[in-house]
């Protein structure tokens, strides 16, 4: 076997045109278009299976310490207080 390389027949060249050929302007367009709708999708589903995580409210937090005995109903009614904006902050006890 020589080193040349053999001509392609017609056959052969027209299957190479589809994927060996420069794209025009709408070819490059069509796709950026669609690998950003892939990409899109993507970050979608993402987003739809792992949801960000919200701050719990303080009251529902406040209303849970209470239930499960981490307080009081003196101390919940104080800080219910505080909360409402009734009276200062304070730490005592909360803890």
């Known amino acids: ?25 709408g070819g490059w367009v069509a796709m950026i278009a669609a690998w950003a709708l892939v990409i899109g999708l993507a970050v979608w589903a993402v987003c739809r299976l792992f949801p960000a995580q919200r701050s719990p409210d ?21 800080v219910l207080r505080q909360l409402d904006g009734h009276q200062p902050a304070a730490t005592k006890g909360l803890r």
């Open 1 to 25: 076997m020589s080193g040349r390389s053999t001509p392609l027949t017609r056959g052969e060249e027209g299957a190479m045109g589809l994927w060996c050929s420069q794209m025009s302007a």
């Open 58 to 78: 303080p009251r529902a937090v406040l209303d849970t310490r209470l239930a499960s005995g981490d307080i009081d109903p003196d101390t919940y009614q104080q």
